[in-house]
């Protein structure tokens, strides 16, 4: 079945480092890929998202791009703040029916000034 | 804001007394969805209403039911709560389910305790 798989956690760095957030796929079809965002005590929030192979989403920062070959979507930023600590989800959205999102484990980020 | 509340926020209750949990939003949309997040865990999807229509997930038990009496509101209905039944259960909308409409909008999550 189709399922994301995101690096463990906990990611630590320093503020201004760059940060990757690795994710992977598998899927049957085309999904849309996302990465949602959890701050302590909060629901998710989407952050940025890519509908079809070679999109670039970018939001606050944040970049991932939707590699078919690679069934990647990594999630990138330059520059790092305290702000951006939080539990970071990729998922992915199936192709066809409802789209039912299903979820990668998370990876919480944890930056430090 | 348009938005979707839940409501409590934090909800204690007995192992087997039965619970529900509240969800309600101003955006309008067509579809609500209701996951459940456990400690360090991926939100999972338990069902989800289009419009009227109820669609249960195949792995959801049997002691999770839930209503949509209008548009605005959705509840989740735990007949039977067990010790494993502690989570987050979060509340998302939809304004459709496929296309470049499925952006999902989740609620803040209530965090259910099993005593």
């Known amino acids: 079945g189709n399922s994301v798989t995101q690096m463990e956690g906990p990611v630590t760095l320093s503020e201004e480092a760059f940060l990757t957030i690795n994710c992977t796929y598998t899927?049957?079809?085309?999904?849309?890929l996302f990465w949602y965002v959890q701050y302590p005590g909060e629901g998710l929030q989407l952050l940025l998202k890519?509908?079809?192979?070679?999109d670039k989403g970018s939001n606050k920062g944040f970049e991932a791009t939707y590699r078919k070959e690679t069934t990647s979507f990594h999630l990138e930023k330059g520059s790092v703040q305290v702000s951006d600590s939080a539990v970071y989800f990729c998922?992915?959205?199936?192709?066809?029916?409802?789209?039912?999102?299903?979820f990668g484990a998370g990876t919480r980020l944890a930056v430090h000034p | 804001d348009a938005m979707v509340i839940q409501n409590p926020r934090y909800q204690v209750t007995q192992f087997g007394k039965p619970v529900t949990l509240s969800c309600s939003q101003t955006?309008?949309?067509?579809?609500m969805y209701w996951y459940q997040q456990k400690s360090s865990q991926a939100p999972k999807l338990l069902f989800h209403?289009?419009?009227?229509?109820?669609?249960n997930e195949a792995d959801t038990p049997d002691n999770f039911q839930s209503r949509r009496p209008n548009t605005s509101f959705c509840f989740l209905d735990i007949r039977s709560p067990g010790l494993g039944d502690a989570a987050m259960y979060l509340c998302?909308?939809?304004?459709?389910?496929?296309?470049?409409?499925?952006?999902?909008?989740f609620g803040p999550g209530t965090r259910l305790t099993v005593l």
């Open positions: 955006l309008n949309h067509n579809v």
């Open positions: 998302a909308t939809s304004r459709e389910r496929g296309g470049a409409l499925n952006e999902q909008f």
């Open positions: 890519a509908t079809k192979a070679d």
């Open positions: 899927a049957t079809g085309y999904p849309s």
């Open positions: 998922a992915l959205a199936e192709s066809g029916g409802y789209n039912k999102l299903i």
């Open positions: 209403y289009y419009d009227k229509d109820f669609n």
